[in-house]
């Protein structure tokens, strides 16, 4: 009967370290995230090596108290003779955000926007931005 026991404890151990492998395994990019990754200076940010992301300055922004100062502004280039959008520049804030509501932009179609229905996907668009 203590040997059936052992045995019948033993295999519960071991379907316990499987299940907490296979949550661990499942789990690992997640796990992967919270390691700390090095942080680089403006001054020695590395080539591109495939890597999605790399961090800069610990991920703290240094901003200055003029940096605060500056007035909102928007600037944007002229079509070009093919009518595309080129270059825009700006220093956004809450004076720069609309103060009413936004009205159909159905007609807008900017330069490389595709849009495509989808007949197996609710709202028929896959990327449906909020109105």
Same mark, same amino acid.
């Given at each position: 009967?203590? +040997?059936?026991?052992?045995?019948?404890?033993?295999?519960?151990?071991?379907?316990?370290?499987?299940?907490?492998?296979?949550?661990?395994?499942?789990?690992?990019?997640?796990?992967?995230?919270?390691?700390?990754?090095?942080?680089?200076?403006?001054?020695?940010?590395?080539?591109?090596?495939?890597?999605?992301?790399?961090?800069?300055?610990?991920?703290?922004?240094?901003?200055?108290?003029?940096?605060? +100062?500056?007035?909102?502004?928007?600037?944007?280039?002229?079509?070009?003779?093919?009518?595309?959008?080129?270059?825009?520049?700006?220093?956004?804030?809450?004076?720069?955000?609309?103060?009413?509501?936004?009205?159909?932009?159905?007609?807008?179609?900017?330069?490389?926007?595709?849009?495509? +229905?989808?007949?197996?996907?609710?709202?028929?668009?896959?990327?449906?931005?909020?109105?």
């Amino acid at each position: 009967m203590a +040997k059936r026991k052992a045995k019948k404890q033993n295999y519960i151990n071991y379907l316990l370290i499987l299940i907490l492998f296979t949550l661990l395994y499942s789990a690992k990019d997640d796990l992967l995230k919270i390691i700390p990754q090095k942080s680089y200076a403006l001054t020695e940010i590395p080539e591109y090596n495939g890597t999605d992301y790399i961090i800069i300055n610990n991920n703290n922004p240094d901003f200055t108290d003029e940096d605060y +100062k500056l007035k909102s502004f928007e600037s944007y280039s002229e079509l070009d003779y093919l009518k595309r959008c080129g270059v825009a520049f700006a220093n956004v804030s809450k004076e720069t955000m609309p103060n009413e509501e936004r009205g159909n932009i159905g007609m807008i179609k900017p330069s490389g926007w595709h849009t495509i +229905k989808y007949d197996n996907i609710n709202g028929l668009y896959l990327y449906n931005r909020c109105k």
